[in-house]
């Protein structure tokens, strides 16, 4: 399986570089992957797909303002920094940038020194283990000097950092946003579950490994890196009620997917409880649990577009592909949302 399989061109302008004022409002292309049928809705329109007994699952992660910028505390040099892992004792890895002058034992300062940190070594990639120090709450003083981690491909300033949340986020940790639950509104989740809809929280922290582009030919070769799960006995038991009971198992985002596969049993059950997980889902993959799926549009060639793939059908996921940029959707992260059915 070679990555070009999963390539498709697209227009530069169509990468959405602000998010709707309307979170709900953006565009939904309904995917039916046992006929390869499109239609175009609303994303409010989702509703009409989901049925009394079906289980919404979604990923309840926080983002956290995780880009810092500062200088070298002996050069006054410029760096960047991105939170990526957080470990003990305030020791985080990170990605600097340049890294060269990053080197172990090189003193960090933020904020005029309202936060200061240690190079403490180079770990895998090339990311940086650091320790930092200062007086107070660590996610007081990130909030205050911190910005979101956009993706590069976005190149507007973004105006408020909640836009760059889910509405239900709850658990911080991640470096980038669980993007497929930007589009729902508390009303449109309130509406849902009076439908008869089960909501499901998962807790998924997204790091930037999930869209690290793919650097060999081999898909197969390709690895993943780990992200840190969990989830409650009673979101646990919410799926596998549905499960049991015949309804369909619907997850927000490919994070959700990840999490609720990685967690799943060969008997189909998934299981309660937290660790890490590398799951790669590529086309040959056969789902335990889940039943559909609503999702952003992904870049060419990434490991996203192979999971959405396994679900779909690469041919008829890639035909969708051209359809939605035909009918001018818009892609990535503040983009338009695909409901997969």
Known sequence: ????????????????????????????????????????????????????GDCLVIN?????????????ADTGAKIELLLLKRRDNDIWETLVKPGKKARPGTELSFGDGLLT??????????????QFHYEGIFEEILDQLG???LPPYITHQLKDKNRYQTVYALHEGSAAAPTAGLHFTKELL?????????????TLHVGLGTFRPVKVDNVLDHHMHSEFYQIEEGEAAKINDTKTAGGRVICVGTTSCRTIESA??????????????DI????????????????????????????????????????AYGEAIRERYRFFSFGDAM???
């Open 339 to 341: 409901l997969i059915i």
């Open 190 to 202: 309130e509406q849902i579950q009076a439908m008869g809809v089960k909501i499901a929280r998962v």
């Open 280 to 319: 790669f889902i590529y086309p040959g993959y056969r789902f335990k649990l889940l039943d559909g799926l609503i999702t952003n549009f992904h870049l060419p060639e990434s490991t996203l577009v192979m999971l959405v793939s396994a679900l779909a059908g690469r041919e008829q996921v890639l035909a």
């Open 1 to 52: 399986m070679n990555v070009k399989d999963f390539y498709f061109d697209l227009p530069q302008e169509l990468i959405a570089q602000d998010p709707l004022e309307d979170r709900s409002s953006s565009r939904l292309l309904v995917l039916d992957r046992k006929t390869g049928a499109v239609c175009h809705k609303t994303f409010r329109d989702v509703t009409s797909y989901l049925k009394p």
């Open 264 to 277: 799943a049993g060969e008997d189909g059950r998934i299981k309660a409880g937290s660790g890490w997980t």
């Open 147 to 149: 910005q979101m981690p």
């Open 117 to 130: 940190g240690r190079v403490l070594e180079t770990v895998e990639d090339g990311n940086r283990l650091i």
């Open 60 to 72: 309840d992660t926080k983002v956290i303002p995780a880009r810092l910028f500062g200088i070298k």
